[in-house]
């Protein structure tokens, strides 16, 4: 959803600022949702969380178990069936009388154009720009914390790799994609160097997304 600060400023004091917030995980996506609502009184939904709830799995870890990795046998119809739960629970019942925040999964950007359409036409959507020094970061992460991933067409094992070897190896690849599809998505995007700084508030990341916005259009035009 294109807006000015203008509108950003008048939808913010009526209770009627609908954000999407869009980027890998870890990126800051969950922390900055949380600081809107205990300093600012913002609802938020969690994507990943309702999902998770509705295969009965508590953890991340769980999620990552039941998922799987993408040699597996048992992958495909899983990650078929998780994106099916995405396009459900991504299309949620939004509050007519508070600011709400929406904490999209990092796999939204291989939603279908009706969905990806639906969160445009209702949401400011704003990405997380992990940038180039994240990635090995992420990587390391994902090995030692394993997540429930959406493999697309990322994953090419060679002949003579083992699993774990084509993972390593596809994983940036994956991250480096996602990042072309969150921008493209975006109305506006910032930094994780300040949704991941627990000293900056929500106030603060909420002036930040507003100084990124159009300036508004002058009388008469």
């Known amino acids: 959803m294109k807006m000015t600060r203008d509108e950003f400023d008048k939808r913010n004091r009526e209770n009627r600022l609908h954000v999407a917030l869009i980027g890998m995980s870890n990126s800051g996506k969950s922390m900055t949702a949380s600081k809107w609502n205990s300093e600012l009184g913002f609802s938020v939904f969690v994507v990943d969380e309702a999902i998770n709830r509705s295969l009965g799995l508590a953890t991340m870890s769980e999620a990552a178990n039941w998922m799987g990795y993408p040699f597996e046998e ?19 019942a939004i509050p007519v009388d508070n600011n709400f925040v929406l904490d999209a999964t990092g796999s939204l950007i291989y939603g279908d154009s009706g969905l990806l359409d639906w969160v445009r036409e209702h949401f400011l959507v704003v990405g997380i720009d992990v940038g180039e020094r994240f990635i090995n970061e992420m990587v390391e992460d994902f ?8 493999w697309q067409s990322e994953f090419k094992p060679l002949d003579d790799e083992l699993d774990t070897q084509a993972l390593r190896r596809c994983y940036p690849r994956l991250l480096k994609n996602r990042s072309l599809g969150y921008e493209r998505l975006a109305d506006v995007q910032i930094s994780a160097d300040l949704t991941r700084d627990p000293e900056i508030t929500g106030a603060e990341l909420l002036s930040i997304i507003r100084e990124e916005l159009a300036l508004d259009a002058p009388s008469g035009a």
Not at 78 to 91: I, P
Not at 143 to 150: D, G, L, Q, S, T
Request: net charge positive.
């Open 74 to 92: 048992h992958y495909q119809e899983r990650k078929n069936r998780y994106l099916s739960l995405e396009r459900e629970f991504s299309k949620v």
């Open 143 to 150: 090995f030692e914390n394993p997540k429930a991933v959406v």
